[in-house]
């Protein structure tokens, strides 16, 4: 599979709302762009949504942005019903910023998550309005409660969140920076990006996340399901 030739904006500031971009092809797939704010469905965390300006003043919906499996570009999937512009126009790309804000903050929280659960990562998902993580815990499940707590405090400490990266060959070495079971961190040539929340955890990540712990907010673990003789799936929303 090729690797997408669109330059990744939130990898460069995920806070970033919106870009000018030129439409470099269009396919039944959806619109691919030169560079954008917009992070495709991945690990986890769900594709972003918001709005293509074109230079006549229409807007046209994102309805999710993907990672075409086979020519590895990233595509922006238009709602139906809307008149697609041409290869070659500018547009500017506007983010559902609230939406997007929300994804950030989940996804750093998972991390957290991560820090204080001893078990491998078998699964996840992140949308908007909740995000889970499943581990392979073979013992008794943790206390929901006490998950709660342990979350919050850790969300207090405003830890600063940053971006690093590591060589291909470092993680080889290192392979236990990897929790995931099912997933492998993007790789960007020779370098693998990594998340430091200072003091509480380090692993490789191509996700969005805020900037302390602090931003992330109270949250509540709504429940803990068992999925299989193993498997715990842990759900977090947000307190409020």
Known sequence: MEESV????????????NCDAKIMSISDRGIELDQTVFYATAGGQTGDVGVLKTADGR????????????SGKILHIIAEGHDLPAIGDTITAE????????????????HLLCAIVEGDVTGGNIAAHKAR????LPD???DKDELTTRLNELIA????????EISVAELKANPELVRTMSVQPPMDGNSIRT????GIDYQPCG???????????????AKIEKKGRQNRRINIVFDE
């Open 6 to 17: 669109t330059r990744l904006l939130f990898r460069e500031d995920a806070y970033r709302q």
């Open 59 to 70: 807007a046209l919906p994102v309805a999710t942005t993907i990672k075409d499996r086979d």
């Open 95 to 110: 983010l559902d910023w609230e939406t997007r804000h929300r994804l950030m903050r989940f996804h750093t929280c998972l």
């Open 133 to 136: 993580l499943d581990f392979n």
């Open 140 to 142: 008794e499940a943790p």
């Open 157 to 164: 400490r405003n830890a600063e969140v940053y971006d690093g």
């Open 195 to 198: 998340v430091t929340i200072e």
């Open 207 to 221: 996700g969005t996340h805020v900037k302390s712990t602090a931003e992330i907010g109270r949250v509540l673990v």
